[in-house]
């Protein structure tokens, strides 16, 4: 027994060796803990090694889904944390003080699996709304061909997948189809989850990309940087103006110049759908926030991460699909972060 | 006092009866003091469960179990779904491993060579011990698949006209998937406790009945299933309490959804798995409250289920003079 | 089921032959039920044992995960092999004594009134399920304070408390009573048997219930999910912190789409059963000798 005692130890032991010599921590001290959207996880996975060598900020951020990173900030279990679904007054009552800052800008991308069509597929609003609501269940139903003639679309189910948790990514999808379909909004609705009338549930922007990918006939909705990094497809949206855009940097801008000015109480902006003046926009771009106390033991530290994460952070942006946030956005976010104190 | 006398002159303390030292009195003390806090985390553990599911419980009252609704956007919620979820998950994990895990118990005591009992004994032993999370890891990526593009087709052409064999899942994650990891889980502990049973009945009774003639079967049915009815009756509630319990491994394989569907192949969720995927991200402090009163009502079947099983097979195997040390719900 | 009479009479009426054919019916039932159990259990060790040797290599140990990244990156899993140890070390501290005093009370100082409410308290903790145990850590510590290792240690020390408990109790009650009386007749106050005598026979009997019990909560996810899982990337020590642990780490694996993800998720897997197969089969082999030594009648 002896050995086996001795054996257990120079295992826990060496175990232990590996895994302090793999990243020494850097941080002088303070620790960063954030949590919420998986939408804006890729752009702030950049900044976690960028904020340790400016700073030495440790930031730990859990992608668990803006209903969850809403719910975290409300029971002070971290330090931030990040939604791209507004709070609602309620919310706000709840979560006793706190802010919401716009901190990035981006857009939801459809993404599909049907192998063999190489061509890329137009939809819009009402149509994605009926497929989301079982109403069209084949990829060759009429509806979808009207939008793309002379594209051979197979005869396979169409699977949707939603996601399961709290989702900020499925409030703007929901949002976008609210406002594409008054069928939709009545019958389902707005909301970080819905009562979703078919489809299979997947956790987190992540889950649903997997599930996509692995599920021939495949639909569904994450943020366009998960597109990018699984090499999904993604549909072309029609807008207002009957184009047909993709969520890429210029369909982004352009659907954030369609509302310039947060809310005053709320800081909060929405850019869902935009009316036809702006053709080139891409319908379901969104901003996202981070949500902070006013009042917070870290409140230094988070004031000079939240600043420079609105400045310097959105160089990390463009090549992830996000847009570096406008001008006039910029100065409200830096407005609310310089209230932040101890 | 003359010299022929031997008694001592020293004096005797009076007998007190028992001696109060300071060593037996903290020992007790301390050990005591455990036994107390021991007692006080179970009640702790059910009043802080009951205190949390208070304002739904306030709120939605008894009708709660029954409702089959779960809607975050209007705010009305009920147990009624996931409740459904459960039973028809257990009772069928249940129903298929209770029958594989009494042949493999009588196998292992009455047919297998004895060279084979020791290393399938271990192998039945071991499969107990992974943990659900590596089950459900293999359920997603290589179980989901598989009855996805080959099983549940088969099953639906085959048997499509019961409404349990509707139409297949798409993407793998269903109640069928979630009902076979959950028989791959009840398996081991239902043969296992069933073992230790039948390894008790008494030699004798087999030999008589032996020698009256009967053929190996004749004797299991005649003697050992009586002699051990009470104790496998109890490793089956405790097989379902298992069942009922397992959060991870069932989240990871049903994906999602609510209502009462009868196609197995559909997703859906049962109470534990309702409250792994949804805790985290709760909204309104209703719902957290009403996904805490899930737990409660979870909680309460369980320790039904659980303790009652305990206690029998404590009793059975003291009579037979084994030792057991089971886990409960992962 | 009904009471079968083995009078003789009764079975030389069914006839023979047909007895035996289903005796032989049963047998071959019984064969392919251990036949299937079997390879069950071979397909799921020998599914995470191919995808998980392939996998495995020294980034598991040394290198972080990343949160996100366009390409592919060389990451590992290093600060959940950390985490679990923090994790269940600690968990192991509090369960450990908590357990053997508990035990100790029950055998030799409780009334049996006593020992019965205790013992069933142990049941009934025994029986929760681990995700209200996370609920309730949840409720207790994370409420208001944040998460952090210390929850997640004091959830799987729930779990361990009545497995080390009920363990130990068992071979407390190995040792003979004579030994004790012994130990008393000779003076010995009664404290000092209990720890001096008594204990010291029943420590490979105790080391064999820890061992499983670490095993069993080594890869307990639910009440991680609820404590300590809200982590950052890089390889903490610190227990106020929320650590990561490896079976929280798979099971977020296991939904991610990058078939990267997924091999390191079976890696992480196969390092997790390796070290629950070794510690069972170590308590098994301590259990046999620590039978053998103390004569005890399996």
């Not at chain 1, 007054?89 to 003080?97: E, L, V």
């Not at chain 2, 593009?149 to 509707?166: N, R, T």
């Not at chain 2, 297949?168 to 076979?180: H, Q, R």
């Amino acid at each position: 027994m002896r050995t086996l005692a001795l054996i257990a130890a120079v295992v826990a032991a060496s175990v232990a060796a590996g895994t302090a010599g793999a990243t020494p921590v850097k941080q002088s001290g303070t620790t960063l803990v954030g949590a919420g959207s998986s939408f804006v996880a890729p752009l702030v996975s950049q900044w976690i090694p960028a904020v340790g060598s400016a700073y030495g900020y440790g930031l730990q951020y859990s992608p668990i889904g803006s209903g969850g990173g809403i719910n975290a900030i409300t029971g002070r279990t971290v330090d931030f944390g990040a939604s791209d679904a507004p709070l609602s007054p309620d919310q706000f009552t709840a979560c006793k003080g706190c802010a919401q800052i716009p901190w990035a800008l981006s857009a939801t991308a459809v993404i599909y699996n049907l192998n063999g069509v190489k061509n890329l597929l137009h939809m819009d609003g009402p149509t994605l709304a009926g497929i989301f609501s079982g109403q069209i269940a084949a990829w060759d139903d009429a509806a979808i061909k009207k939008l793309n003639p002379g594209v051979s679309l197979p005869s396979a189910k169409i699977a949707i997948v939603h996601r399961s948790d709290n989702s900020g990514t499925t409030y703007n999808f929901t949002d976008y189809l609210s406002s594409a379909s008054p069928a939709w909004r009545s019958a389902t609705g707005t909301g970080v989850a819905v009562n979703w009338p078919v489809g299979s549930g997947a956790r987190g922007s992540s889950g649903v990309a997997a599930t996509v990918a692995q599920t021939q006939g495949g639909i569904g909705y994450v943020d366009v940087a998960y597109a990018k990094a699984n090499q999904l497809q993604f549909l072309a949206m029609k807008n207002q103006s009957g184009k047909f855009t993709t969520p890429g940097l210029r369909g982004i801008i352009a659907a954030a110049s369609s509302d310039q000015k947060p809310d005053p109480a709320t800081n909060q902006l929405s850019i869902v759908n935009p009316p036809k003046k702006y053709d080139l926009a891409y319908p379901i771009s969104t901003y996202t926030y981070v949500i902070v106390p006013l009042q917070s033991s870290k409140a230094q530290e988070l004031r000079k991460f939240l600043f420079w994460a609105v400045t310097k952070g959105q160089a990390f942006g463009p090549k992830l699909l996000f847009q570096p946030i406008p001008k006039n956005v910029l100065v409200v976010a830096e407005k609310t972060i310089a209230k932040i104190h101890n | 006092m003359s010299g022929a006398n031997l008694t001592f002159d020293r004096p005797r303390r009076p007998f007190t009866g028992r001696r109060f030292r300071f060593g037996d009195v903290s020992l007790q003390a301390v050990a005591g003091a455990a036994a107390a806090a021991t007692t006080f985390l179970v009640v702790l553990i059910a009043y802080k469960v009951v205190r949390g599911a208070q304002p739904a419980i306030e709120r939605y009252g008894a009708h709660f179990v029954t409702r089959v609704a779960w809607d975050p956007v209007k705010n009305v919620y009920g147990a009624g779904s996931f409740l459904f979820g459960t039973a028809l998950t257990s009772l069928l994990a249940l129903a298929i491993a209770a029958p594989l895990a009494i042949g493999i118990a009588l196998f292992l005591t009455e047919l297998a060579p004895r060279r084979l009992r020791g290393p399938v004994t271990a192998l039945v032993e071991t499969l107990a011990a992974i943990p659900s999370v590596v089950i459900g890891l293999w359920g997603i990526l290589v179980l989901g698949p598989i009855l996805r593009d080959h099983v549940e087709p088969a099953l639906h052409s085959a048997l499509g006209f019961i409404p349990l064999f509707g139409s297949p899942s798409s993407t793998g994650s269903s109640v069928f998937t979630a009902v076979v990891v959950l028989t791959i889980m009840i398996l081991p502990i239902v043969a296992s406790i069933s073992r230790e049973l039948f390894l008790g009945v008494p030699r004798d009774l087999k030999e008589g009945a032996f020698a009256l003639g009967t053929t190996r079967w004749e004797m299991v049915r005649g003697v050992v299933f009586p002699y051990a009815r009470g104790g496998i009756a109890a490793a089956l509630i405790l097989g379902l309490g298992r069942a009922v319990g397992e959060a991870i491994a069932v989240t990871q394989v049903i994906g999602t959804g609510v209502g009462i569907h009868w196609n197995l192949f559909d997703t859906g969720d049962t109470l534990a798995s309702k409250i792994a995927a949804s805790y985290q991200g709760a909204q309104s402090n209703i719902q957290i409250a009403s996904l805490v009163y899930l737990g409660l009502i979870l909680l309460v079947f369980s320790l039904l289920m659980n303790v009652s099983a305990q206690v029998i097979v404590r009793r059975a195997a003291r009579r037979q003079g084994v030792g057991f040390n089971r886990g409960g719900a992962g | 089921m009904s009471t079968h009479s083995l009078t003789k009479a009764s079975l030389r009426a069914e006839g023979l032959p047909r007895r035996r054919a289903v005796n032989r019916l049963m047998e071959l039932l019984a064969w392919l039920a251990a036949a299937l159990g079997v390879a069950i259990l071979a397909v799921v060790v020998w599914s995470v044992a191919r995808r998980g040797a392939g996998a495995l290599n020294l980034d598991l140990l040394t290198r972080t995960p990343v949160l996100f990244s366009l390409t592919p990156v060389r990451q590992g899993l290093a600060n959940a092999f950390a985490g679990s140890l923090v994790i269940v070390g600690i968990a192991t501290l509090l369960a450990l004594p908590v357990g053997i005093l508990v035990a100790i009370y029950l055998n030799e100082f409780a009334r049996p009134s006593v020992r019965s409410a205790v013992s069933l308290a142990l049941d009934v903790l025994n029986g929760v399920p681990a995700i209200v145990i996370g609920i309730f850590v949840y409720g207790l510590l994370v409420v208001g304070h944040g998460q952090s290792a210390f929850a997640g240690s004091f959830a799987l020390a729930c779990i361990m408390l009545p497995l080390v408990a009920r363990s130990t109790m068992e071979v407390l009650a190995l040792v003979p009573m004579s030994l004790r009386e012994a130990s008393l007749a000779l003076g010995v106050p009664r404290w000092r048997t209990t720890l001096s005598i008594v204990l010291p026979q029943t420590i490979g009997g105790i080391v064999t219930g820890t061992v499983l019990a670490v095993a069993r909560v080594a890869g307990e996810t639910a009440p991680l999910l609820f404590t300590s899982s809200l982590v950052g990337t890089q390889v903490g020590w610190d227990p106020h912190h929320a650590l990561q642990t490896v079976p929280v780490a798979i099971f977020e694996l296991a939904e991610s789409s990058d078939p990267a993800d997924h091999a390191r998720a079976w890696a992480a897997a196969l390092v997790l059963l390796l070290f629950i197969l070794f510690a069972s089969l170590g308590a098994r082999w301590l259990v046999a000798r620590a039978s053998r030594r103390l004569g005890a009648v399996r």
